[in-house]
Structures are given as structure tokens and as C-alpha cells.
């Protein structure tokens, strides 16, 4: 089956350190997304890439990086600059204006 | 500037009952998409439906419809016959074309949490 796929589901960081979420996608699509929920807000725009070896920053990108090395996969890491990472993450793609398919998120924790 | 509006935090309603969620949105673009997305609580945000910025056809699907009006610029979503399994948070979000062409971002409103109790 055709999808998103965010590893891991559950992230626990420590004070200073540098973690990175996953996100694979096999429906072919151009452009993938990184957003950041928190509790009782929408969805923000953290960074995209709308081709490989290309990426822009979003709403929300101070404290994150990005890479888009392959079409299928799109790394977020959460840099030690993040002062609150403590979130839920999801990542999307789409193609052109279709509708975005989003992954089953990660929620980062720091400990 | 771009803007997506759920007025609605949290709405409580009995199974079987109709429900309304408000989505008010603001833009300059005259080209643009208007979604609606359902999050259950496994987090995953579920596609329900995509609406051009030139179709004001209302769209019906099952228990689900929407209603489209440029004129207040309002995107509205109706639950007919409301069930347990609705129960969700529920995003309003906006596309543009934007000045560099379509980029997919997407703007999202704050959400309207439904419970529907049985």
C-alpha cells in the first residue's frame, strides 16, 4: 500500500541534544512537508521541499533543519537551537494541488 | 495576508444530532483550494474533501456536506446524523497559488474538537 510512514512514533530528547524524525514516502510525489502541532493549535509549516535537493523554510523553521537527498525521503532534525521542541510532528506530501497525505506523526518529548 | 478561522473550539453533541463546523478564511489570491481534514485520536490527519476557489457547488457525501460561499468567505462542514466514531478534532486549511506558483503549503485553522456522546 501506498503511504507515509514517520518513525519513530514516540521521541524523548534530552536538554542540548540534536534528534532526527524519519519520513518516507512511497506514492511518488514531489513535494513533502513538515509540520508542528501543538495542543489546542492547528498545524504550522516548519519546512518543504517541492524537489529533490531543494527544500524551503516555512512559518516555524528557527531551531530545525532539513535534507531531501532522495524523492522518497525527507528528514527532519530537531537541532539543541529548538528551545521548545516538545510537539507533535507530522509530515505530508502531495503533488501539485492535490490533497496532502499525511504519516501517522511523532510526538517528541523532552525529558 | 493569509488566514483560516475555526471560531469553534470544542462542540459536544448527542448521536444523531446535526452538527455545523465553522470555517471562516482570508486571502488576497482569487486562485486557491479550501480542505477539510479529520484527525482521530491516532493522530493521522485524513483527507475529507477539496474545494477550487472558482466551484461554489455544495458537496454532499453520505452524512458529510459542505458549504462553499465566496461571498463570506466561509467553508462550512455538516455532519448529518451525527455518530460516536465522528469524534474528532477537525481542520479547515487553505492552499494558494501564491506569487511563485503553487507550493502545497498548507494554512491551517486552530481546529474544532467534536465529541459525540451515544
Known amino acids: 500500500d501506498g503511504g507515509i510512514t514517520q518513525s519513530p512514533k514516540y521521541l524523548f530528547r534530552k536538554e542540548g541534544q540534536n534528534v532526527t524524525l524519519s519520513c518516507e514516502q512511497n506514492?511518488?510525489?514531489?513535494?513533502m512537508y513538515w509540520y508542528r502541532q501543538d495542543p489546542g493549535q492547528g498545524l504550522r509549516l516548519i519546512y518543504y521541499?517541492?524537489?529533490?535537493?531543494?527544500?524551503q523554510k516555512g512559518d516555524i523553521a528557527e531551531g530545525y533543519s532539513v535534507s531531501r537527498e532522495k524523492k522518497e525521503s525527507f528528514p527532519l532534525t530537531v537541532t539543541s537551537a529548538q528551545k521548545n521542541p516538545t510537539a507533535f510532528y507530522l509530515c505530508?506530501?502531495?503533488?501539485?494541488?492535490?490533497?496532502?497525505?499525511f504519516g501517522q506523526g511523532t510526538r517528541l518529548t523532552v525529558v | 495576508a493569509q488566514k483560516v478561522t475555526q471560531a469553534q473550539t470544542e462542540i459536544s453533541v448527542v448521536e444523531k444530532e446535526d452538527v455545523t463546523l465553522d470555517c471562516v478564511y482570508e486571502t488576497r489570491d482569487t486562485t486557491y483550494y479550501l480542505f477539510w481534514y479529520k484527525q482521530p485520536p491516532s493522530g493521522e490527519l485524513v483527507f475529507l474533501i477539496r474545494?477550487?476557489?472558482?466551484?461554489?457547488q455544495n458537496e454532499i457525501s453520505g452524512r458529510y456536506s459542505w458549504n462553499f460561499q465566496k461571498s463570506t468567505s466561509s467553508f462550512n462542514f455538516t455532519i448529518t446524523a451525527s455518530q460516536v466514531v465522528d469524534s474528532a478534532v477537525y481542520f479547515c486549511a487553505l492552499s494558494e497559488a501564491g506569487g511563485s506558483g503553487n507550493t502545497g503549503k498548507l494554512i491551517f485553522g486552530q481546529g474544532t474538537t467534536l465529541q459525540v456522546k451515544p
Open positions: 521541499s517541492q524537489i529533490v535537493n531543494d527544500f
Open positions: 505530508a506530501s502531495n503533488r501539485g494541488w492535490s490533497e496532502a497525505f
Open positions: 474545494r477550487n476557489s472558482f466551484d461554489e
Open positions: 506514492l511518488n510525489h514531489d513535494a
